[in-house]
């Protein structure tokens, strides 16, 4: 079946750190793969996504590459600012797009 | 804006009390999730519906119903709440048009039972 691991959380870093989520995926055939950031307090939001094998998705300063060979869709950020604390999700959409796999979510708290 | 929106925000229920929690969409998709998300377990599916009509079952269906009333408003509800049902409920629509999906979500609903 489908399911998405991310890396747990929660984790910790001074603005401009280099953060890194690891997010590994299982599926069949060729899913897509997304990022969702869900600020306190309120819905998750489409952070980015990736459509197929090798595409790399990014927006805000965050970027992910789609790796088929490692079923991987990690999500990395070269400096974090206070803002970026928030909950982050790796989720997954069948190949039919007909349902949506999440991760549990990592916390990502940003200190000054 | 367009988007997503569920009422109410936060509701205190006690346990045997029944409630319904409401969604409407303004972006014409035709697919509609009920969520529901808990401490360490990421979030769950409920309900979804497909399209205007239909209703399927996700992961964790009881205790639960749903109404797809049109397009636009997806309904789901606890005819006896209890407290395993505490939780913060996301309802969510897509598009499913190829390349471009991806779901919206609203801002969720804090329900507690005691």
């Known amino acids: 079946g489908n399911s998405v691991t991310q890396m747990e959380g929660p984790v910790t870093l001074s603005e401009e750190a280099f953060l890194t989520i690891n997010c590994t995926y299982t599926?069949?055939?060729?899913?897509?793969l997304f990022w969702y950031v869900q600020y306190p307090g309120e819905g998750l939001q489409l952070l980015l996504k990736?459509?197929?094998?090798?595409d790399k998705g990014s927006n805000k300063g965050f970027e992910a590459t789609y790796r088929k060979e490692t079923t991987s869709f990690h999500l990395e950020k070269g400096s974090v600012q206070v803002s970026d604390s928030a909950v982050y999700f790796c989720?997954?959409?069948?190949?039919?797009?007909?349902?949506?796999?999440f991760g549990t979510g990592t916390s990502l708290t940003v200190i000054p | 804006n367009a988007g997503v929106t569920q009422t109410p925000k936060f509701q205190v229920l006690k346990t045997g009390q029944s409630m319904t929690l409401q969604c409407a969409q303004d972006?014409?998709?035709?697919?509609m999730y009920w969520y529901r998300q808990d401490p360490g377990m990421g979030l769950r599916l409920i309900y979804y519906?497909?399209?205007?009509?239909?209703?399927d079952k996700g992961e964790v269906p009881n205790g639960y119903n749903v109404s797809r009333l049109n397009k636009r408003e997806f309904s789901l509800r606890l005819e006896s709440a209890a407290p395993s049902q505490t939780s913060v409920y996301f309802c969510?629509?897509?598009?499913?048009?190829?390349?471009?999906?991806?779901?919206?979500f609203g801002s969720g609903t804090r329900l507690t039972v005691v």
């Open positions: 969510a629509s897509d598009s499913k048009r190829a390349g471009d999906y991806g779901y919206t």
């Open positions: 989720a997954l959409s069948d190949q039919a797009g007909n349902q949506f796999y």
């Open positions: 972006m014409n998709h035709n697919s």
């Open positions: 990736a459509t197929k094998a090798d």
């Open positions: 599926a069949t055939g060729y899913p897509s």
């Open positions: 519906s497909a399209s205007e009509g239909t209703t």
